[in-house]
């Protein structure tokens, strides 16, 4: 068995492209990751990237919005409705945003280390 750069593969994953070749497209829609890849024809069903994207999303959102918010409110002291709608749409547009590349790099992670099985060809 030849050994898969975890490296490449989450490269590949977090630009939503197959963790094997990093040519075909990762997903078919949204979140909804593809059977198999398009280009490579490496299988892809069997990813277990259920929970996980969620919390590192959180994570990230968190370290980002938080000092922020409190950087904010030390220097300007705004109302509670502004940091509501400030802080509550900066947290929904970067979790969107952030929840396919997140959820592609553990695909690309299982992938690498031949988990859920993923190891099967080369």
Do not use: T
Not at 6 to 23: D, F, I, T, Y
Not at 84 to 91: C, E, T
Not at 92 to 97: A, M, P
């Amino acid at each position: 068995m030849r050994k898969r750069s975890a490296w490449n593969a989450v490269k590949n994953g977090v630009r939503m492209r197959c963790p094997s070749c990093g040519e075909g497209r990762c997903f078919s829609s949204y979140l909804k990751v593809s059977d198999q890849c398009p280009n490579c024809g490496e299988e892809l069903h069997h990813h277990r990237a259920d929970d996980a994207p969620p919390y590192i999303v959180i994570a990230i959102v968190g370290k980002i919005v938080v000092p922020l918010a409190v950087a904010l409110e030390l220097a300007v002291m705004p109302p509670v409705w502004l940091h509501a709608l400030l802080w509550g749409s900066l947290i929904i547009g970067l979790s969107l945003l952030l929840l396919p590349p997140v959820k592609g790099a553990v695909v690309g992670i299982q992938w690498a280390n031949r988990m859920h099985g993923f190891g099967g060809h080369d």
